[in-house]
Nanobody
Framework: QVQLVESGGGLVQPGGSLRLSCAAS????????MGWYRQAPGKQREWVAE???????IYPDSVKGRFTISRDNAKNTVYLQMNSLKPEDTAVYYC????????WGQGTQVTVSS
């Protein structure tokens, strides 16, 4: 049974910070590339961060310099530190695990509003 469980979402003011967590079970976590995606209402799901099993990180320009992805293999957990948040960052954020197959978490809501 594979599970990805996100937590840490919520309401934050513009310029604020949030740290999302994704706890994985049922997979050999250390082998997987982990990622974060987000989806706003009426829009396609977009990729926001990736960290490989070799700890290489990649970000799109939209979040580069503001978001940081990291992983703790001992805890089977991947994190997304989000700083300098903007209203445009409002979305449901999803955790993804990819190796020979891929898995998705249930999502956690992030709302950036004053």
């Amino acid at each position: 049974q594979v599970q990805l469980v996100e937590s840490g979402g919520g309401l934050v003011q513009p310029g604020g910070s949030l740290r999302l967590s994704c706890a994985a079970s049922g997979i050999m976590f250390r082998l997987y590339t982990m990622g974060w995606y987000r989806q706003a209402p009426g829009k396609q799901r977009e990729w926001v961060a990736e960290i490989t099993n070799g700890n290489r990180t990649i970000y799109p320009d939209s979040v580069k310099g503001r978001f940081t992805i990291s992983r703790d293999n001992a805890k089977n957990t991947v994190y997304l530190q989000m700083n300098s948040l903007k209203p445009e960052d409002t979305a449901v954020y999803y955790c993804n695990a990819r190796f020979s197959s891929h898995y998705w978490g249930q999502g956690t809501q992030v709302t950036v509003s004053s």
